[in-house]
């Protein structure tokens, strides 16, 4: 047994919200006292968006929301490091209680409502920071912000990130922001990608460094709203797309007793659901778009499956919770060849 799976019984006896801050506090304090076996992380190079990574294995949004973690991050392997959700100003998120394990299906729901410090603080723990690799940081709007005037706040996090990204993706497709997932819709997505390409093609220009854009879409999607969002990619020329955010079908979970917890579900039930969204949206960008996989990887052979539907990386989190950080050594070495 793992250190994790010896200490797994203990954490899950607290709240999760606290588990999810003490672990990632302990994980900071291993780091600084050099107790964390660096992992090495070259093992399968990877090209996405025009960057290079080292291996194809990456941290999701959410893990890590103020960027305050990056250094330990760093340690367990990861081909690349995805924080936030960041939005323009500081949020508490939703009411407590809001994150949920169901250990009977390796799930999680959760109902943050993009809590976070607010961009500047973000970019204040980046500089910080002494992490050399790809970082990514995802974007997304005030609760308070009417989704009318959404795009004023992706244009105020994407022109505050864009020196210190390597990459930036857009997130419409979290169920915990009040409609926010209506901006997957074919005009108002058309729209919000339009203005953010236009304001990167400017900041390229003024900054010297093309920083690639994606777009992180939800599993609840049918066929046609598949074909349009990667029609309205290919019309925008954005650089990416992470499929798939959280799921708010929960019938999976039938009559356990938090099934009615409003909320996002991510763990193993979410990975039929993303693999098959993955895979019918690489197959409408044949190839001129990259698609990061993401949604129920718990294992080595799930991250595998990812990239044999087409994704060119893999993003985990959940796993982390039922699986530990070896999750993540047992992806880069699952994915070697």
Same mark, same amino acid.
């Given at each position: ?7 797994r ?20 304090r291993a780091?600084?006292l050099?107790?964390?076996? !660096? ?9 996405l ?12 949004a959410? +893990? ?7 250094n ?12 936030g ?9 939703n ?14 729901i959760?109902?943050?409502?993009f ?25 997304g ?5 009417? !989704? ?5 706040d992706?244009?105020?996090c994407?022109?505050?990130a ?6 930036i ?10 409609n926010?997932r ?11 990608l339009?203005?953010l390409?236009?304001r ?16 992180k ?8 709203q ?11 020329e954005?650089?990416?797309? !992470?499929?798939?955010n ?30 098959a ?10 190839g001129?778009v ?10 080595g ?5 990812? +990239?044999?539907l ?15 950080t ?6 880069v ?5």
């Amino acid at each position: 047994m793992t250190i994790y799976e010896i200490l797994r019984p203990l954490i899950f006896k607290m709240d999760a919200e606290q588990a999810h801050h003490l672990a990632l506090g302990a994980l900071n304090r291993a780091h600084a006292l050099g107790m964390l076996p !660096i992992v090495p992380n070259h093992t399968r190079p990877t090209k996405l968006m025009g960057l290079d990574l080292p291996n194809p294995i990456g941290l999701a949004a959410g +893990l890590d929301k103020n960027g305050a973690y990056i250094n330990a991050l760093a340690d367990l392997g990861f081909g690349f490091i995805e924080i936030g959700t960041v939005t323009p100003r500081p949020q508490e998120g939703n009411p407590k209680p809001r994150l949920f394990r169901l250990a009977e299906h390796e799930a999680i729901i959760n109902r943050m409502g993009f809590n976070n410090l607010g961009i500047d603080h973000l970019i204040h723990n980046v500089q910080q920071a002494q992490f050399n690799g790809i970082l990514g940081i995802n974007i997304g709007k005030n609760a308070t912000t009417p !989704i009318e005037n959404a795009t004023d706040d992706y244009l105020i996090c994407l022109e505050k990130a864009y020196a210190h990204a390597s990459y930036i993706t857009v997130n419409i497709s979290s169920p915990n922001t009040k409609n926010l997932r209506d901006l997957q819709g074919g005009n108002e997505l058309n729209k919000l990608l339009g203005s953010l390409k236009n304001r990167q093609a400017q900041l390229h220009t003024s900054h010297g460094k093309y920083v690639p854009l994606a777009v992180k879409i939800a599993p609840d999607l049918d066929a046609n709203q598949i074909a349009e969002i990667a029609q309205i990619v290919l019309q925008n020329e954005m650089d990416g797309v !992470i499929a798939t955010n959280t799921t708010t079908d929960k019938t999976v979970l039938g009559n356990h007793p938090l099934a009615q917890e409003q909320g996002g579900l991510s763990g193993a039930p979410v990975r039929e659901k993303a693999n098959a969204v993955l895979h019918n949206l690489v197959q409408h960008l044949g190839g001129k778009v990259p698609v990061i996989g993401a949604g129920g990887v718990l294992s080595g052979s799930d991250a595998k499956e990812k +990239l044999a539907l087409g994704a060119t990386a893999v993003q985990v989190y959940s796993g982390m919770v039922y699986r530990g950080t070896d999750l993540v050594r047992e992806c880069v070495n699952a994915v070697r060849v």
